[in-house]
């Protein structure tokens, strides 16, 4: 440790003794442990009986009920209270049954028509497979877009007539909520920006006490953070943003060292330890933001419906300024709304649920929803990634019902600011509903949430069948051995037909939401009809330019997740938005230069292609600056202030928006106070946060005991805190009397550098100061 830091912790104690050194934005230095007394209880996953096993309890099943003999009782038989009203239970029910027969027949019928008409004016080739393997690949292709397309339309009757199956926010309105209805605000969090992530929570739990909520409600922080430096600035985040509260609510924080399944593991391991104490749970991610009569209202919901188990808003995304991200957030608004509702209306109490900006009944999701690791080797096995949808599956398998609540408003999420980050979350998801495919034949499972799971791997193994689609097409034209077949050949009406059905199949959502805002008369939020209209414009021709590069990028991660070969895929920090030309090439460059050499031999051998290639190559070949572009945002800034793609959360920003935004600035701010880890042992009052924060624990004993006092023993000979590397940080961190040990050692070094010039008069402080140390010493 040099001479100068030295200097510096021998200064903050020094001051601390004399009262001159607490810092000026805290009035109320730490004052307790970051988490309350443990009440244990028991959440055991039960194995997953694979594939073959489910398939084989399935035909048990039939034949059992084949035969007329009692079914056997299974531990997945429904154990919900009964309904609050009987006659609409089973009224959405049936309706819910209705919907999904009519969505089946429509998809159909459409697959059908569409792929019949195909097959009659598709030219005879010399290779038969070729032609086959097309007309089969488009059949599944446009019952994906046919799926889609009825999912809007039924959106925007939602939106323009009701549902009066669907769970409305309006339908609890006021409706006061039982004094014992506690519910816990629950935030994973892991290797975050710590300003924004306080910040966004900050304006969540004020607005919730402004709306007097507060006393149904513990927030708690649940860190899997693996960086000393993160760590030590969401300790002392945590603690300003405590005692900035004060005892308005209350506020945990808890650093998991076990840190095991992720996400779903860190919510697993909060409720084995303190979800005995809570009702329901809200489930919140690192950029979610609420509203307190959000939050209310879904409490509210959960108790007029006790056969709920999961209730999930439907998030809209704002608080990003660059291009990618305003396209995104406008495109949430202004056709996102529309397959919210749409799934909403299929769906009724068999939803999705998203993992995020929802509430979810804490004692049957304890028994029942534990995720157990699936079994062997590969990219397809080990700890479930997309836990959500197989979560939701397992509620419902329970009996509880999910719904998704379109109506529910104050919910807010961010979307990735730029192509890299988007495609970095994409990866993870890919592989996750890759991965629940294996749980298709699961017993117990409700029809509904088996065509969620196979939706969830469509939604990637579609990239692979569109890219097989367009290389199919070229072979056609180099190999189809048609002599007909050339630049000059006349298209016949029928396939301009399909081609234009699909592609209106495809614009006609976005056409919908505008035609839904301007009968809500909403437009004046997005700028007004005209900037509305341009606006989706521009968004729906960025989507155009980024859909080759998805497509391929997808592709390749669906190789990676069946072979479980390995993709070096990294993208910037969270908080850099804009991709330097540099990390661009570095993902993009490839794929350009692939597919020039693919335009070049094609021009070569049959020009005709060219056309053929021309909507997915162009956008591949711009791919670099496409991604360097959408993620300035000076440029999405001016795009704003053309008025375009402008949002209601911009034209009318929320309080609780304008509040987290706020803070997010000032915590930029101050956010360099604490940035390392040494700033524990430096700074007097972090180092009282981080000692009391882990409460009256003993770790000076046992094995981990013995290797912590060996470590500072090391360091007592060497001085370096550096040569520590971050998992003995983090430990130290958590260990309050290993950090005394090592602050005394430190101080005790730092006094003979500075004896020389102690005058006898300096002697006072430094008494005093020990003082200080002795009672630090004595509380630990």
């Known amino acids: 440790m040099n001479h100068r830091r030295l200097t510096r912790l021998n200064r903050s104690w020094t001051e601390a003794s004399t009262g001159s050194a607490a810092p000026a934005s805290v009035t109320n230095p730490g004052t307790g442990a970051s988490m309350p007394p443990m009440n244990r209880g028991s959440m055991t996953a039960r194995p997953w009986r694979g594939f073959w096993g489910g398939l084989l309890d399935g035909w048990i099943a039939v034949a059992t009920r084949l035969a007329g003999q009692p079914s056997l009782r299974t531990p997945f038989d429904d154990e919900a209270p009964a309904p609050a009203d009987a006659a609409a239970s089973t009224a959405w029910k049936q309706a819910a049954t209705r919907r999904r027969r009519t969505l089946l027949a429509l998809i159909a019928l459409s697959v059908v028509g569409a792929t019949a008409m195909l097959d009659h004016v598709l030219p005879i080739y010399d290779s038969a497979w070729l032609r086959t393997a097309q007309i089969g690949l ?18 925007f009757w939602v939106q323009w007539r009701g549902d009066r199956h669907a769970l409305s926010s309006r339908s609890v309105a006021h409706t006061p909520i039982a004094a014992d209805a506690r519910t816990a605000l629950v935030m994973p969090i892991c290797n975050e920006q710590v300003s924004t992530v306080f910040a966004g929570l900050r304006a969540t739990v004020e607005s919730l006490i402004a709306a007097g909520g507060a006393r149904l409600f513990d927030v708690y922080l649940l860190s899997d953070t693996s960086d000393p430096a993160i760590r ?5 985040a945590w603690a300003e943003l405590r005692d900035a509260l004060g005892t308005s609510t209350r506020i945990h924080y808890r650093w998991r060292q076990r840190r095991t399944q992720r996400k779903s593991g860190n919510v697993a391991d909060f409720c084995r330890r303190w979800g005995k104490n809570y009702r329901y749970m809200v489930v919140l ?3 979610s933001v609420m509203t307190g009569d959000c939050l209310l209202s879904l409490v509210r919901l959960m108790e007029a419906h006790p056969d709920a188990g999961i209730i999930q808003t439907a998030p809209q995304a704002s608080g990003l300024s660059t291009i990618h991200a305003r396209a995104q957030q406008f495109a949430g608004r202004v056709t996102g709304r529309l397959f919210s509702a749409g799934m909403q209306f ?7 649920y998203w993992g995020h900006n929802a509430i979810l009944r804490v004692a049957p999701f304890m028994k029942h929803c534990a995720l157990a690791a699936l079994p062997g080797r590969g990219g397809l096995s080990g700890h479930i990634l997309s836990h959500d949808f197989v979560e939701a599956a397992l509620m419902r398998r329970a009996g509880y019902h999910v719904w998704l609540v379109n109506d529910l408003e104050g919910s807010y999420e961010q979307q990735p600011p730029n192509l890299l980050e988007e495609l970095q979350r994409d990866r993870r998801w890919c592989q996750g509903n890759l991965q629940n495919a294996r749980l298709l034949a699961e017993p117990g499972l409700h029809g509904v949430h088996r065509a969620m799971l196979v939706t969830g791997a469509l939604a990637y193994l579609s990239a692979p069948l569109w890219l097989a689609y367009v290389v199919l097409g070229v072979a056609l034209w180099l190999f189809g051995g048609h002599p007909a077949f050339s630049a000059d050949t006349v298209v016949p009406v029928e396939i301009i037909a399909l081609w234009a059905g699909t592609l209106a199949m495809l614009v006609m959502p976005r056409a919908l939401g505008v035609v839904t805002i301007v009968l809500r008369r909403e437009q004046a939020l997005y700028g007004g009809t005209a900037a509305l209209v341009r606006g989706a414009l521009v968004e729906g021709t960025l989507s155009v330019l980024q859909a080759p590069l998805r497509m391929v990028a997808h592709t390749l991660f669906v190789i990676v997740a069946l072979t479980g070969l390995k993709l070096d895929w990294k993208s ?3 908080v850099a938005n804009d991709i330097g030309w540099a990390d661009a090439s570095n993902r993009f460059a490839l794929i350009g230069v692939v597919m020039l050499a693919l335009g070049v031999t094609a021009l070569m051998l049959a020009p005709a292609t060219l056309l053929w290639l021309a909507p997915v190559g162009i956008p591949l070949l711009l791919a670099v600056p496409l991604a360097v572009l959408t993620s300035r945002a000076g440029l999405g800034e001016r795009v704003r202030q053309l008025g375009l793609l402008v949002t209601p959360e911009e034209a009318r920003t929320p309080t609780v928006l304008r509040e987290a935004a706020s803070y997010a600035r000032q915590n930029a701010r101050r ?8 700033d524990a042992l430096e700074n007097v009052w972090l180092f009282d946060v981080v000692q009391k924060a882990m409460g009256a624990r003993s770790t000076m004993w046992g094995q981990r005991g013995r290797a912590r006092r060996q470590l500072v023993g090391r360091l007592r000979a060497t001085h370096d805190l550096d040569s520590l590397n971050a998992s003995d940080q983090m430990r130290l961190l958590s260990e309050p009397q290993h950090l005394v040990r090592l602050r005394d050692q430190l101080l005790a070094q730092a006094e003979p550098a500075h004896a020389t010039w102690r005058s006898p008069t300096a002697q006072a402080p430094v008494r005093a100061r020990r003082r200080v140390w002795l009672a630090s010493a004595q509380t630990t």
């Open 346 to 352: 299929w769906q009724l109490g068999e939803s999705h």
């Open 138 to 155: 488009f059949s599944i292709l446009f019952g994906w877009v046919s799926a889609g397309f009825y999912t809007a339309l039924m959106g």
């Open 232 to 236: 030590t600035a969401e300790l002392a």
């Open 671 to 678: 956010q360099s106070r604490f940035a390392n880890w040494r």
């Open 285 to 287: 991610d690192a950029d």
């Open 572 to 574: 910037p920090p969270r």
